[in-house]
Structure formats: C-alpha cells, structure tokens
C-alpha cells in the first residue's frame, strides 16, 4: 500500500561476519537489496581468502540499497547498533581480526551526521560500559563477496542458525537489548494489558477489547515502536471478538514462529522490528489464500486517515485516497 518516490540510496555497514549482517535488513520495506562483501581496504577486487591474510585492509561489510521514505537512516542505524559490539576493537565475537571490525561507512554528509548523532544516543544511553569504538568513515570502492556468501542465512540455512548460535553474538546481544531497564521502561508506558500481551504473550478477553468491531479508516501500528502493521481496508469480521486481518501491510515486518502453549500448535505472530505479541495466524480468512491474521487490540495503536500525514505516515493515504 505504501507509496515511494523510487529515489535510493546506498548504506554500507560493517559488522563483523557478513553471514549475520544481512538478515537483519533483508526484506524489510524500503529495503531493495542487501549485499555481502568488503570494503575499507588499499587492494582491488580481494577474494575471501585475500581479506581472512588480514593483508588487505579490507573489513568484511554489508551494503544495502534502501529507499529513505520507506525506511530513513535513521532507522538502520538503530538497526545497525543492535546487531554489533560497538565496544570491540578487536573484532566481533569469537571472529578475531581487523577484517572483522565495526565501521559505518558514509556515502555523504548526511549521512555522517545522522551517524555522529546516533552514535552520542548510543554513547549517552549507558547501554554500553566503555567507549564506542566503531568508526564513522567515507565510503570507498564496495566489492562483492563471492555467490557463496551470499544471503548465506538462507542458503545453508543449518549452518548458519550453529554459527550465529556458537559465536556468542545472539546471547550478547540479547543481554543488552533486552534488559531490565528496558522492560521498565515499557512497564512506564504501557498500561499492564498491553504489557502482559505484547510481552508475555497473554491474549486479551474476546469482545471485550478496543478495536475487535472499530470501523474507523485508518492503520494500526505497534503499541510498543509504532510501526504501521495492518490497515482498516484489509480488516474483517471474523466473528471471533478479536480484530483479523487479510493480510498486514508488509509481511516484512511481521515474524512467525510456532507456539505450542496450552496444548496447542499454532503459528504466533510478532512484530519484527518492536518484537511485539500480536497475536496468532490462522488459515480460515476470507481472502483467496484464506489468511486470518487475528490481532490483540492491546498491541495496537490506530492512526485514522485523517492523522496519518501529521503522524509520519502519509505514504499510506494512497491506500484510501488512490
């Protein structure tokens, strides 16, 4: 439904092993393309092999082709940061070696602000003890990585779920992004429903939560980051007391995953950039594919047509106004 003036533009991140720096970005809106490869370095057209001598200079990095009305800078800094140690100067993880450093490498001046900015957030937020080491540098000459490396995440799907695991990044990283402070923090701001559903996956009573029968035009965003999710044209009764569904506004911000609680198989679905409880899949929808995406209200927030500019989300007012 959203709409881009089709401009853009390059960000080329390095984040120790380019395996696990491109599912991160992959197929998010806006996002064209994520490339593994190297840059950084003094030597033309290295190999792997050339960049793992450590004799090249060459760090190995993403580089990402985005459209920054769909998804700005910003937002992949803020990406970006949640997926390194900014504070390790000698490499990532058990990945060792100046090949494997952090750096953001700017495109323009814009972009080097944006990335001075947000590394003072970062530095002022305490996340991190130590200093941010991670280098904001020109961008140079990008190379692509070889056909293997590529999208790695998907094309040897068992290694790479072993690697991610055994290199220590997915237990670190959720040691800093998931903390206590940060659960406080949404305890502050949300009241104990939307708590209870968007963390500890409760389910609110049927009928009797906001949206189950609301008629409004408009989009539901999530209650926790306020990313927009679904929209009023594909909702329908499904006459379960629950707002459903046919579909969200971009499956790439939605994640699935099982959930065998209460003795049952079901597919859970999640936010994927606030990880929000939303609520659950179900295949008896009304459309030709028959999805049924069956939303607690609690994990909403709704933005009518008539305040989506105000809101940051006028690219959406083709959906109602064509």
């Not at 220590?168 to 009241?191: C, F, I, M, Q």
Request: overall charge negative; some cysteine.
């Amino acid at each position: 439904m959203a709409v881009s003036n089709n401009d853009k533009k390059l960000a080329t991140f390095a984040g120790g092993c380019f395996w696990c720096m491109v599912k991160p970005f992959d197929e998010l809106p806006g996002i064209v393309s994520v490339i593994s490869g190297y840059t950084g370095g003094h030597t033309e057209n290295p190999t792997y092999e050339e960049v793992c001598t450590e004799t090249t200079g060459h760090a190995e990095a993403v580089q990402i082709t985005y459209e920054p009305e769909l998804f700005p800078y910003e937002r992949l800094l803020e990406l970006y940061w949640q997926q390194i140690d900014p504070t390790d100067k000698g490499g990532q993880f058990h990945d060792r070696g100046y090949s494997y450093r952090t750096a953001i490498f700017v495109h323009d001046e814009e972009q080097r602000e944006q990335a001075e900015a947000s590394k003072l957030t970062l530095k002022a937020s305490g996340r991190f003890k130590g200093p941010i080491v991670t280098e904001i540098v020109d961008a140079g000459p990008f190379y692509p990585a070889e056909t293997y490396h590529q999208h790695y995440y998907k094309t040897h799907f068992a290694e790479y779920k072993g690697y991610e695991k055994g290199s220590g990044r997915l237990d670190y990283l959720a040691g800093k992004w998931n903390t206590e402070k940060d659960k406080r923090g949404l305890r502050e701001r949300l009241t104990e429903l939307q708590y209870e559903v968007t963390q500890n996956k409760a389910t609110e009573p049927a009928y009797e939560n906001e949206y189950w029968n609301h008629v409004g035009e408009g989009i539901y965003v999530d209650i926790v980051n306020g990313d927009p999710l679904f929209s009023s044209a594909d909702k329908f009764d499904s006459g379960t007391g629950w707002p459903s569904f046919t579909k969200p506004l971009d499956e790439g911000l939605i994640r699935r995953e099982a959930d065998l609680s209460k003795g049952q198989v079901r597919t859970a679905i999640r936010s994927r950039l606030g990880n929000t409880h939303l609520g659950h899949l179900f295949h008896d929808g009304p459309g030709d594919d028959h999805l049924h995406y069956r939303v607690n209200s609690a994990s909403l927030r709704f933005v009518s047509v008539e305040d989506l500019e105000r809101g940051g989300l006028g690219r959406y007012l083709v959906g109602f106004w064509g």
